[in-house]
């Protein structure tokens, strides 16, 4: 894990001062603390810049920018490349001068070019300059787990692992990104590939970019989440459910530094323990777990759960207790850290913040247990509400109607998502909006500029990637869809932000067993099934069971009490849900981190 960045120059010797370059590996220190490294072409064409956090080849030998054997090619990656021994076998003539999973991206990018990204298992951004072609090859894993963000301006293009590291960068345009702006108030997250801001953009999960002077960008899928859940014509997977976990929680033990787990009273975590405890000796894990002081002895306190699993499987854990003090100890740091606005990641900064006091450098999460194997209500609520509306014909039409008229009056009583139930219920899309939405579209005037509301609402419907995704699933089966926007929409665009940005304050690298684009190929056949397997399935799947409580236990999610701990901040009387949080945070990450930046100026 890492944090990278880098320039191309659009004419070629267009230098980027000395001043400037280091103020974007500063702001990347803690992503890599423990080095740094800063490689400029020749002739000024390409910069590469990379901060440090050892995990794989810990000696010099893994150190970046990394050349090639004959020095044609220079690579800045972060990221785990959870196959990299078998990728080896591969390019076994590349001579290989250390045990990084870097210069196995090298020696393949050397014999299979833009073809490379499809080999690798894991989690990834790297840019590559090749001088023989003169040009700069960019790709992302998949599920989009490492970020990578790109910026254009008249002297060239930049690309960086942060939102606020191109923030450093002269000339940007920071006009604000209607998409982006309308997606956070919409979802409480940035939709991919939007930010707040017109001058920069993320390139998309399981995409390539190959940028070259005089030439026009040519962006590439190399992998798509819906592709996977629909191409294969297998009717069962080549691996069986416990195999295929297995396998990809083994792979993601890949380090040169210990591991530790998150471990809540959850399914999904207590999966990923019992697993590594058949898979490795219980002495060499460690467990940790987050409580809150307000949770104990209700429904929410997951801390005594947690510790029957922990010994269970004879595993060392950690427990901290956090309340509204710590909360307001971390809260500036908490909203200076975050990268792109979120109503989410607490939970996952101060566990993160635990982990690295503990000295570890790695940590399993749990995240993509749900998403995978039906664990929202959303799996069952979707479904049910677009099977209803289609008994109802041409609902969309007058149900908007319908809307205008009530919507005014249930907003005083009830979630104004009701008064949508008909307009957005008959499909997939629509129904999921109403299950997440923070806000629904047609409130965004009232909390956002009403030019830009109606903007970034045109951008968000017109996108061609968008419907051409949702094209893709149209055949699956209504939970299959509900799996597929799950892991796009919630997931990649929230959880996997909010991981990286959070477990990067604090140095640490959270890996995620369940999200893993070689697992869903393999569970795809169940998947798309009449019988897709359920949490039960995958918790069923370890050697040695868990404790029955654990089955029996309620679903209650990972509790964060935000609105107590905000209540100060927020007034005496917050919106519902996370609506004033939401907004709280966008005047931070908009409004105030703007203002900044323009004094600066």
Same mark, same amino acid.
């Given at each position: 894990?890492?944090?990278?960045?880098?320039?191309?120059?659009?004419?070629?010797?267009?230098?980027?001062?000395?001043?400037?370059?280091?103020?974007?590996?500063?702001?990347?220190?803690?992503?890599?603390?423990?080095?740094?490294?800063?490689?400029?072409?020749?002739?000024?064409?390409?910069?590469?810049?990379?901060?440090?956090?050892?995990?794989?080849?810990?000696?010099?030998?893994?150190?970046?920018?990394?050349?090639?054997?004959?020095?044609?090619?220079?690579?800045?990656?972060?990221?785990?490349?959870?196959?990299?021994?078998?990728?080896?076998?591969?390019?076994?003539?590349?001579?290989?001068?250390?045990?990084?999973?870097?210069?196995?991206?090298?020696?393949?990018?050397?014999?299979?070019?833009?073809?490379?990204?499809?080999?690798?298992?894991?989690?990834?951004?790297?840019?590559?300059?090749?001088?023989?072609?003169?040009?700069?090859?960019?790709?992302?894993?998949?599920?989009?787990?490492?970020?990578?963000?790109?910026?254009?301006?008249?002297?060239?293009?930049?690309?960086?692992?942060?939102?606020?590291?191109?923030?450093?960068?002269?000339?940007?345009?920071?006009?604000?990104?209607?998409?982006?702006?309308?997606?956070?108030?919409?979802?409480?997250?940035?939709?991919?590939?939007?930010?707040?801001?017109?001058?920069?953009?993320?390139?998309?999960?399981?995409?390539?970019?190959?940028?070259?002077?005089?030439?026009?960008?040519?962006?590439?899928?190399?992998?798509?989440?819906?592709?996977?859940?629909?191409?294969?014509?297998?009717?069962?997977?080549?691996?069986?459910?416990?195999?295929?976990?297995?396998?990809?929680?083994?792979?993601?033990?890949?380090?040169?530094?210990?591991?530790?787990?998150?471990?809540?009273?959850?399914?999904?975590?207590?999966?990923?323990?019992?697993?590594?405890?058949?898979?490795?000796?219980?002495?060499?894990?460690?467990?940790?777990?987050?409580?809150?002081?307000?949770?104990?002895?209700?429904?929410?306190?997951?801390?005594? &759960? *947690?510790?029957?699993?922990?010994?269970?499987? %004879? =595993?060392?854990?950690?427990?901290?207790?956090? $309340?509204? !003090?710590? /909360?307001?100890?971390?809260?500036?740091?908490?909203?200076?850290?975050?990268?792109?606005?979120?109503?989410?990641?607490?939970?996952?900064?101060?566990?993160?913040?635990?982990?690295? &006091? *503990?000295?570890?450098?790695?940590?399993?999460? %749990? =995240?993509?247990?749900?998403?995978?194997?039906? $664990?929202? !209500?959303? /799996?069952?609520?979707?479904?049910?509400?677009?099977?209803?509306?289609?008994?109802?014909?041409?609902?969309?039409?007058?149900?908007?109607?319908?809307?205008?008229?009530?919507?005014?009056?249930?907003?005083?009583?009830?979630?104004?998502?009701?008064?949508?139930?008909?307009?957005?219920?008959?499909?997939?899309?629509?129904?999921?909006?109403?299950?997440?939405?923070?806000?629904?579209?047609?409130?965004?005037?009232?909390?956002?500029?009403?030019?830009?509301?109606?903007?970034?609402?045109?951008?968000?419907?017109?996108?061609?990637?968008?419907?051409?995704?949702?094209?893709?699933?149209?055949?699956?089966?209504?939970?299959?869809?509900?799996?597929?926007?799950?892991?796009?929409?919630?997931?990649?665009?929230?959880?996997?932000?909010?991981?990286?940005?959070?477990?990067?304050?604090?140095?640490?690298?959270?890996?995620?067993?369940?999200?893993?684009?070689?697992?869903?190929?393999?569970?795809?056949?169940?998947?798309?099934?009449?019988?897709?397997?359920?949490?039960?399935?995958?918790?069923?799947?370890?050697?040695?069971?868990?404790?029955?409580?654990?089955?029996?236990?309620?679903?209650?999610?990972?509790?964060?009490?935000?609105?107590?701990?905000?209540?100060?901040?927020?007034?005496?009387?917050?919106?519902?849900?996370?609506?004033?949080?939401?907004?709280?945070?966008?005047?931070?990450?908009?409004?105030?981190?703007?203002?900044?930046?323009?004094?600066?100026?």
């Amino acid at each position: 894990m890492c944090g990278i960045a880098g320039f191309l120059s659009a004419q070629g010797g267009c230098r980027v001062s000395a001043d400037i370059a280091r103020q974007v590996l500063d702001s990347m220190k803690n992503r890599g603390p423990d080095a740094s490294g800063r490689w400029e072409q020749a002739d000024s064409k390409v910069l590469l810049l990379h901060r440090r956090l050892s995990i794989q080849d810990l000696t010099e030998s893994g150190a970046q920018p990394m050349h090639s054997h004959d020095q044609k090619l220079t690579i800045v990656f972060n990221g785990e490349i959870y196959n990299k021994e078998d990728l080896r076998d591969l390019a076994p003539d590349y001579p290989y001068r250390g045990t990084s999973d870097t210069e196995v991206i090298l020696a393949l990018y050397e014999k299979f070019g833009a073809e490379t990204p499809r080999y690798l298992r894991g989690m990834y951004a790297f840019a590559i300059w090749d001088e023989r072609r003169e040009g700069l090859f960019l790709a992302r894993d998949p599920y989009g787990i490492k970020p990578l963000y790109l910026a254009d301006t008249m002297n060239g293009t930049w690309f960086a692992s942060q939102v606020k590291t191109l923030l450093c960068v002269p000339d940007l345009d920071l006009a604000p990104e209607p998409a982006g702006h309308a997606s956070y108030f919409l979802w409480g997250n940035i939709r991919e590939p939007y930010t707040l801001y017109k001058g920069i953009r993320s390139l998309r999960s399981g995409h390539s970019l190959w940028l070259q002077r005089g030439q026009p960008p040519r962006e590439t899928e190399f992998a798509s989440i819906a592709d996977a859940l629909t191409d294969s014509d297998e009717a069962t997977p080549s691996v069986s459910l416990s195999e295929a976990l297995s396998s990809s929680v083994r792979a993601h033990f890949l380090s040169d530094v210990p591991v530790s787990i998150f471990l809540s009273a959850g399914l999904d975590s207590s999966t990923i323990l019992a697993i590594s405890a058949a898979a490795f000796p219980a002495a060499s894990l460690t467990c940790l777990t987050l409580g809150f002081d307000s949770c104990g002895g209700t429904v929410n306190d997951e801390t005594g &759960e *947690a510790a029957q699993v922990a010994s269970h499987y %004879g =595993i060392k854990q950690s427990v901290e207790i956090i $309340g509204k !003090s710590n /909360f307001a100890d971390e809260n500036q740091r908490f909203l200076d850290a975050m990268d792109q606005p979120s109503v989410d990641g607490i939970n996952t900064y101060f566990i993160a913040k635990m982990a690295r &006091e *503990a000295g570890f450098k790695v940590a399993l999460s %749990g =995240i993509g247990g749900d998403e995978m194997f039906g $664990g929202y !209500s959303s /799996f069952h609520d979707i479904p049910k509400l677009v099977n209803a509306m289609k008994k109802l014909p041409g609902s969309h039409k007058w149900g908007a109607s319908l809307r205008r008229w009530i919507e005014p009056l249930l907003k005083h009583i009830t979630s104004p998502k009701y008064a949508g139930t008909v307009e957005y219920g008959g499909s997939v899309e629509g129904a999921y909006l109403l299950r997440r939405a923070l806000f629904m579209p047609w409130e965004l005037p009232e909390v956002m500029d009403q030019d830009l509301a109606a903007a970034g609402l045109d951008a968000l419907l017109e996108s061609e990637f968008e419907h051409r995704e949702l094209d893709r699933i149209r055949n699956l089966p209504l939970r299959t869809q509900v799996t597929y926007l799950e892991s796009t929409r919630y997931m990649r665009d929230r959880l996997l932000q909010d991981a990286d940005w959070a477990g990067m304050a604090h140095s640490l690298e959270i890996r995620t067993p369940f999200v893993d684009f070689t697992l869903l190929s393999q569970l795809a056949p169940l998947l798309r099934s009449p019988h897709a397997p359920g949490k039960l399935d995958m918790a069923n799947t370890p050697a040695k069971r868990l404790p029955k409580t654990i089955f029996n236990r309620k679903k209650t999610g990972f509790f964060v009490p935000i609105r107590e701990w905000m209540m100060d901040s927020l007034g005496q009387n917050p919106e519902r849900g996370l609506r004033s949080w939401a907004k709280f945070v966008y005047r931070h990450q908009w409004e105030t981190r703007l203002t900044a930046l323009r004094h600066i100026g």
